[in-house]
């Protein structure tokens, strides 16, 4: 998986462009497995609250 | 139990006729800023994200109105913040990061000393507000030096007013400022919808909590509204 995004310039020079669009899904997935952890996680084991 | 009176907790807001049960947490401009930025960052992250995905239209002159209007609606939010609102209320400080320890000792049940009860914002409610606020301005900085390079009613483009090297530094803090927000927006929606937090969401709709919602989920002594 690439990091980085590079482009040719006019004068054939490497450019940077940003970072890979790769790494989007790698963000998303980051989002997805807390969230489904989370709510596994209370729904299975809520803590407990005394008051 | 409730040691505010009802009248401590309307803040700038004339607007609010109130059932006596009812206590303001968000005033209605703060909501207004807060679905203002919201809509824009949608849009901007829909602009930019849509065309990676294949989906192409016109998206250049959408997007960098829309970040023009969410840099004016930060500006609108940072100043009114710092004049008008009790600043120390979003300030993540020690107790914060005590709070924050006991509530995760407690949260995996490590500790069974319950977390003790915030202020109007908790730890993570401040962090997720801190991590917005950096990635936002970061987005928005970058985004108008990006500008240079569009031609607008005001000015034509300029590729060359920065070298290579600082243009490409500078897409990529964008860049990571973007897909930064998308899991920043997950997770704030998600808590957003959880049963427990459901109150906050309402809250940032309507602008009230109740007062036993109060009572159970806030300490008055740490909610300053004098």
């Not at chain 2, 401009?29 to 930025?37: E, F, I, K, S, V």
């Not at chain 2, 992250?45 to 294949?54: D, G, K, V, W």
């Not at chain 2, 927000?181 to 309507?206: G, N």
């Amino acid at each position: 998986m690439e990091i980085l995004r590079y482009s040719s310039n006019a004068w054939g020079q490497k450019a940077l462009e940003g970072l890979s669009w790769d790494l989007l899904w790698v963000f998303f997935s980051i989002g997805a497995v807390f969230i489904v952890l989370h709510a596994l996680y209370m729904w299975l084991l809520p803590p407990k609250k005394t008051s | 139990m409730v040691a505010a009176s009802k009248e401590n907790f309307i803040v700038n807001d004339k607007s609010a006729v109130l059932a006596p049960d009812k206590l303001i947490r968000h005033v209605r401009l703060a909501r207004l800023l807060h679905w203002l930025m919201a809509i824009c960052v949608l849009v901007l992250l829909t602009t930019s994200l849509l065309p990676i995905a294949e989906i192409k239209f016109s998206w250049v002159t959408l997007h960098w109105v829309t970040g023009l209007i969410l840099a004016v609606t930060a500006l609108t939010h940072i100043l009114w913040s710092l004049f008008r609102t009790r600043i120390r209320q979003m300030v993540f400080g020690l107790r914060d990061m005590q709070d924050a320890v006991r509530t995760l000792l407690w949260f995996f049940r490590i500790s069974g000393q319950e977390p003790a009860k915030p202020g109007k914002y908790s730890p993570a409610q401040k962090l997720i507000h801190h991590g917005f606020a950096v990635t936002i301005l970061a987005s928005i900085v970058t985004g108008l030096l990006m500008m240079v390079k569009v031609d607008t009613p005001l000015w034509e483009r300029n590729p060359y007013w920065l070298s290579n090297a600082s243009w490409g530094i500078i897409y990529i803090i964008h860049d990571l400022a973007s897909m930064l927000l998308v899991t920043m927006i997950m997770l704030h929606i998600y808590f957003a919808f959880r049963p427990e937090k459901r109150l906050y969401l309402r809250s940032m709709v309507l602008g009230w909590i109740s007062r036993s919602e109060y009572a159970s989920h806030h300490d008055p002594t740490r909610w300053e509204n004098k």
